[in-house]
């Protein structure tokens, strides 16, 4: 199982980027697909997650309204949708596969992870 993340880069405050996580080796049935990011000095934070098999999302109180994830099972690809991009949302961005638990959130076993995609913002 692969999970190939692109589409960080460095933009200016107020722009948006969209972030890409390439799933091989798994198809996306009873899955749970989340962004993390991670800023130099600091934890790993969850930023959004969505199950596969029903669109159902969440978020963190940090993005909530201008992130949006989704997916797109037909190409096992997910998605991050950052708007109104703050230099705060600074980080290198993980996305990350485990097995839907009935529940929809951000915290539990992962058993998978992409290499990871910067995304640097101006102010």
């Known amino acids: 199982v692969q999970l190939q993340a692109s589409g960080g880069g460095l933009v200016q405050a107020g722009g948006s980027l969209r972030l890409s996580c390439a799933v091989s080796?798994?198809?996306?049935?009873?899955?749970?697909i989340a962004w993390f990011r991670q800023a130099p000095g600091k934890e790993r934070e969850g930023v959004a997650c969505i199950v596969s098999d029903n669109d159902d999302t969440v978020y963190s109180d940090s993005v909530k309204g201008r992130f949006t994830i989704s997916r797109d099972n037909a190409e096992n690809t997910v998605y991050l949708q950052m708007n109104s991009l703050k230099p705060e949302d600074t980080a290198v961005y993980y996305c990350?596969?485990?097995?839907?638990?009935?529940?929809?959130?951000?915290?539990?076993?992962?058993?998978?992870w992409g290499q990871g995609t910067l995304v640097t913002v101006s102010s």
């Open positions: 080796g798994l198809t996306f049935g009873n899955s749970a």
């Open positions: 990350a596969v485990k097995t839907y638990s009935g529940i929809t959130t951000m915290y539990g076993n992962y058993d998978y």
